[in-house]
């Protein structure tokens, strides 16, 4: 059985006396995450929950009690599916290659902001391609979020390979999944197999129109294995 747990939270607000209930709230009295993206020409960011820990999230359950009128939608792209399409001889290499995963920069950005940082940073080095212990089906583990280079590669070439990867999983509208919020729905998804973004189109400074909240729930899953048995390794 997985453990419900948000200690990998360690910038995050929680819900009062529980700590298990990760807190989503922007609104007008609350700009700051909109104001983290506001030199950004976008507000989406591609992201695998705190995929810097050592065991990442697993399933996921988010629910949102009160949503704009228009806009807030959730995006979820199929990091299967991602890996699916990339031809086989790029399978063949990434299969082979580990991604550090860093929350150092959260980490140091919250410091900065004025904000809570419930403990100090950590940084991974995950597989690239991840393997299902359920289904044993492979899938691309690396998001635009928290993936910082590639393991043994010069700069140039991770940086290269990784934007290819990234441009990959946030351009496949066609392998991508988008849910409309409305009070009450409840979305549970799969953090290790997938990537997800909030899109942030509606005016938060309206207060009738700006009000986006929820709370989240997770269960602490296995250690990232790939193809082959390549396992994390702990920085």
């Known amino acids: 059985m997985q453990r419900i747990t948000n200690s990998h939270q360690p910038v995050g607000a929680h819900v009062k006396d529980h700590l298990e209930l990760h807190n989503i709230y922007l609104g007008p009295d609350n700009e700051y995450r909109s104001k983290r993206r506001s030199n950004r ?3 989406t960011g591609y992201h695998s929950d705190v ?4 065991q ?17 939608d959730t995006a979820w792209v199929s990091q299967t599916a991602a890996y699916q399409r990339l031809s086989s001889p790029i399978r063949a290499l990434l299969e082979g290659l580990r991604a550090e995963h860093s929350g150092f920069p959260q980490a140091e950005q919250a410091r900065r902001d004025g904000k809570f940082v419930r403990r100090e940073p950590v940084a991974t080095l995950h597989p690239i391609v991840r393997v299902h212990p359920a289904t044993g089906q492979k899938a691309l583990f690396v998001n635009p979020g928290f993936t910082k280079r590639i393991e043994g590669l010069k700069d140039e070439e991770s940086d290269a390979l990784l934007r ?8 496949g509208q066609d392998f991508q999944v988008r ?12 953090n290790r197999v997938t990537a997800h973004t909030a899109i942030s189109d509606y005016d938060v400074h309206n207060p009738q129109e700006g009000l986006r909240h929820g709370f989240r729930i997770t269960t602490l899953a296995e250690r990232p294995r790939g193809v082959n048995g390549l396992e994390s390794i702990w920085e």
């Open 41 to 43: 020409l976008t507000s």
């Open 56 to 72: 990442p999230p697993g399933i996921t359950i988010l629910t949102l009690l009160s949503v704009p009128p228009t806009g807030g």
């Open 179 to 190: 849910v409309k919020w409305e009070e009450g729905t409840v979305v549970l998804w799969d």
């Open 164 to 171: 290819l990867l990234f441009d990959h999983i946030t351009k």
């Open 51 to 54: 995929s810097y820990e050592r």
